[in-house]
């Protein structure tokens, strides 16, 4: 042993500096090409083209949003700052902000719970899979279990969220969202207590999570962050019903 | 006793310099492998077109949004500028929100569902996941308004919403394009044969609609635990 320790340090410190270099330079070789291999396999003719127009839309969303959430605060500017500030114009303001808040249009924080859902890694086939079904399933449990605002990888869930399946991964409010998915919410302070006490949800986890294999984390958080609903709030069939109006 | 380290000569300096720099590389390579979009890799082609579709038609309606707030604010500047009040654009920006939320009624074109049979809360929840993808603008149940928050859960013949049980047939009303959402849960393989799968003894039926009238929700839904993010 203390032979071959002579050995190497009789050897050149270059040459020992070249060796590690190139074990390491190989490492990143083999990997670099492992990585390749699955990029190679969908970069056919057929695909590739789809893929960059699927990054240019998911790109131009996100622009689109931002321009909505800037223009929703130079409205909420302009509306705060009316010059007459009479009595019944604050109060005006007041129900607009209170509507605001209650749709979904506002940011807020508060005490929650964030779960992290993930695919399984020692199971393949569909039900390895986190599926849509699996994501409306918490958020329905959370719902019930008092959750006051809910968001899904940073998408608010609000009364016209559609959470549907596409390949292995979602689409929640139109936007693309890929594993792991964390699902955060905010509620009353015994959120998660109410949660394990609930049939649905024990069922859940223990007749879908871990017979697949999925992965649920949890964690109870002081502040849940959750950012504003960034999509539509328009009206294009329905209209506020005429004062009497009876379904 | 160790041998003498020699100085490093230029052409051993060229070597390493070159090495460091194709590691370099790789590294960058690798880090950025890793951080492409994740999951499209894995999507199909029919999967890949059927995201475009999905994103092209949420991009044209965030475009309408962008259009309809851009004249909001116009029209907020304009009053501004006039030294007048903002009564009305408030009123009008209002009521919007308010119909938007479900916090009152509102009327217009769409479908009614008829629900006869068993079915468990989960096949009423993917009907209503359908009905959002498809377009709905308002829902509501034998009446209640379906909003931010309202489940539909229990077992075939427990159901219940808003802690009202909902009885053996009951009636969901959307509003929205009748043709749509017609189309949208009747197709083949569509939201109402997959139903029919899980539960065989359900019986959905869709009827367009006109006109309805949607109740506003009496769930309240001011926040008590969650803040505005300042």
Redesign the interface.
């Known amino acids: 042993m203390s032979a071959l320790v002579g050995r190497v ?2 050897l ?3 040459q020992v ?2 060796s590690i ?2 074990l ?2 190989g490492f ?2 083999a ?2 090409i492992a ?2 291999g ?2 190679v396999s ?1 970069s056919t003719q ?2 590739s083209p ?2 960059e ?3 240019g ?2 790109t ?2 996100e622009a ?2 931002a ?2 959430l800037d ?2 605060k ?2 909420g500017d ?2 705060a ?4 500030a ?1 009595e ?2 604050k109060k ?2 007041s ?2 902000e ?15 719970i964030a779960f992290k859902l993930e695919d399984a890694t020692q199971a393949s086939g569909p039900d390895a899979l986190v599926s ?2 699996d994501v ?2 918490l958020v ?1 449990q959370l ?2 279990a008092g ?3 809910i968001s899904v990888n940073g998408e608010r ?8 399946d ?4 979602i ?1 929640v ?4 969202l ?2 792991p998915y964390t699902i955060s919410a ?3 302070p015994d959120l998660y207590d109410r949660l394990q006490q609930s049939v ?1 949800f024990i069922q859940f986890v223990q007749g879908r999570v871990e017979p697949s294999g999925l992965k649920l984390s949890v964690a109870q958080l002081d502040k849940v ?2 950012p504003a609903f960034a ?12 004062s009497g ?3 | 006793m ?2 003498p ?2 100085p ?1 000569t230029t052409g ?1 300096r060229i ?2 310099g070159l ?2 720099a ?2 370099g590389f ?2 960058v ?2 880090l950025n ?2 951080q ?10 029919t ?6 579709a ?6 044209d ?6 259009a ?3 004249s ?2 116009a029209s ?2 304009d009053t ?1 500028n006039r ?1 007048d ?3 009305g ?3 009008s ?18 479908i009614a569902i008829t629900v006869q049979g068993q079915i468990g809360g ?1 096949g009423i ?2 009907l209503l ?2 009905l ?2 498809a377009g ?3 829902i ?1 149940i034998d ?1 209640i308004r ?6 539909v ?1 229990g077992p075939p013949g427990g159901l219940s919403i808003e802690n009202d049980a909902l009885g053996d047939g009951f009636e969901i009303r959307a ?3 009748p043709q749509i959402l017609t189309g949208t849960l009747t197709r083949t393989g569509g939201v109402i044969a997959q139903i029919g799968a899980t539960y065989p003894g359900a019986r959905l039926t869709v009827t367009p609609l006109e006109s ?4 506003a929700t009496e769930r309240n ?9 300042l």
């Open positions: 340090r009789a050149p410190s270059v500096t070249l270099a190139l390491v330079l990143l070789v990997a670099q990585a390749e699955p990029r969908y057929e695909r789809l893929i127009t699927a990054l839309l998911q131009q969303q689109l949003k321009s909505i223009l929703r130079q409205i302009l509306e700052q009316d010059p007459g009479a019944s114009l005006l303001y129900q607009l209170d509507a605001r808040l209650a749709a979904g249009l506002v940011a807020v924080s508060g005490k929650g849509a079904q409306r399933t329905e719902w019930l959750a006051e605002g869930i609000v009364g016209s969220t559609a959470v549907i596409i390949g292995g991964s689409l409010n139109s936007a693309y890929a594993p905010i509620g009353p649905a962050e959750l999509g539509t709030v328009a009206l294009r069939y329905a209209q506020p019903a005429p109006a009876t379904p | 160790t041998a380290r020699r490093l051993n070597s390493v090495v460091a194709l590691l790789l590294v390579g690798q492998a890793q492409a979009v994740p999951g499209l890799s894995n999507l199909s082609a999967d890949l077109t059927q995201l475009i999905n994103l092209t038609t949420g991009n309606q965030l475009r309408n949004e962008i309809d707030l851009t909001q604010e907020l500047s501004h030294g009040t903002t009564v654009d408030l009123n920006d209002l009521a919007r929100i308010r119909a938007w939320a479900g916090l009152t009624a509102v009327t217009g074109p769409g989960d929840e993917e996941n359908e959002r993808n709905a603008e308002a509501a009446g379906v909003v931010t928050g309202s489940v859960a509003i929205g394009s309805m009238t949607l109740a839904l001011d926040l008590t635990d969650a803040q505005p993010s």
